[in-house]
């Protein structure tokens, strides 16, 4: 797994972390690919803080994707802090030194995990810094080329969380060769479900600041090529990870992803148990959507 730079996390060298939305989704779909390295880059670093957490915003956040028992508690939903290492990764990537056009990268894998719970003082006045390192793999055989990224949060000289990404940012050339089967029908046991209303993607976006034109409406997906809405990917992790939490009555310390199809808006997500003990799968009608791990803590 990929380690973010070490930093001090008391700091103060770290500029603040951008604020997330429509301006910064607008400098991400105006930035233009630079001409392709002739050699493999090394590792793009940045760190950023954040002054605290939003006591409001991060309520808003966990009724909005049925985290209302585990906020209860005091704690901190595992995929809220998707939220700043989004942040994080789009003001990284939008300096000169990554080469790649941000607009139409996909998002394939993610994971999140925590490490310790909040300082005794809590996190809501803590500084958090953030220090992402971004790594661009070597391409594949067809020619595909990934990007891997790794941020650290820390608190008090604590460190609070990691999360790892890997996006698409080149796709490759089509081998020709058919996909595997997938299996004909969902498997595993039902764990709960949810249907998206047509208006689902403009909600995650107003807690979540992330106004990517593929999530909100049929006309401006279709602008961005696609002919129909679909959901954010964290959008359905983090409904996986409250529904994954309300069943076993524990909280998630740690939850990956692999992205395999979209979630349409107006369409129903059905989380099943995976096919083994901390694993579960997402289907979007009879399609594999998402799968992952999970644990408990």
């Not at 028992?69 to 990284?92: C, D, E, I, K, N």
């Not at 595909?144 to 999360?163: H, K, M, P, Q």
């Not at 689902?200 to 034109?213: F, I, L, M």
Request: hydrophobic share 45%; charged share 15%.
């Amino acid at each position: 797994m990929l380690q973010p730079p070490a930093t001090d996390s008391n700091s103060t060298a770290a500029p603040a972390l951008p604020p997330m939305g429509p301006g910064l989704v607008l400098r991400v779909l105006s930035k233009r690919a630079r001409p392709a390295p002739t050699k493999a880059p090394g590792p793009l670093l940045s760190a950023f803080t954040l002054s605290g957490i939003d006591a409001v915003h991060l309520a808003r956040y966990a009724a909005a994707l049925g985290f209302d028992a585990s906020f209860a508690t005091g704690a901190v939903p595992l995929t809220y802090w998707y939220l700043p290492v989004q942040r994080a990764h789009m003001a990284t990537m939008l300096s000169d030194e990554f080469p790649y056009r941000l607009a139409g990268m996909v998002h394939v894998e993610n994971e999140l995990v925590a490490h310790a719970a909040a300082p005794p003082n809590g996190l809501h006045n803590a500084p958090i810094v953030l220090t992402t390192r971004i790594d661009i793999l070597p391409p594949t055989s067809s020619g595909a080329v990934y990007c891997a990224l790794a941020t650290e949060g820390s608190a008090n000289g604590v460190s609070i969380f990691t999360c790892t990404s890997k996006y698409l940012a080149v796709r490759g050339r089509r081998s020709g060769k058919a996909r595997p089967a997938m299996p004909p029908t969902p498997q595993g046991s039902v764990i709960d479900s949810w249907t998206l209303a047509p208006s689902s993607g403009r909600a995650y976006a107003r807690v979540s600041g992330d106004w990517n034109p593929i999530h909100l409406t049929r006309w401006s997906a279709r602008l961005m090529g696609l002919p129909a809405p679909i959901i954010h990917g964290m959008h359905s992790v983090a409904r996986t990870c409250a529904a994954l939490e309300a069943a076993a009555a524990r909280q998630v310390n740690a939850i990956s992803v692999r992205f395999t199809a979209p979630v349409t808006l107006g369409s129903t997500a059905v989380l099943r148990t995976g096919s083994e003990p901390g694993r579960y799968a997402l289907y979007c009608g009879e399609v594999l959507a998402a799968e992952g791990a999970f644990t408990l803590a």
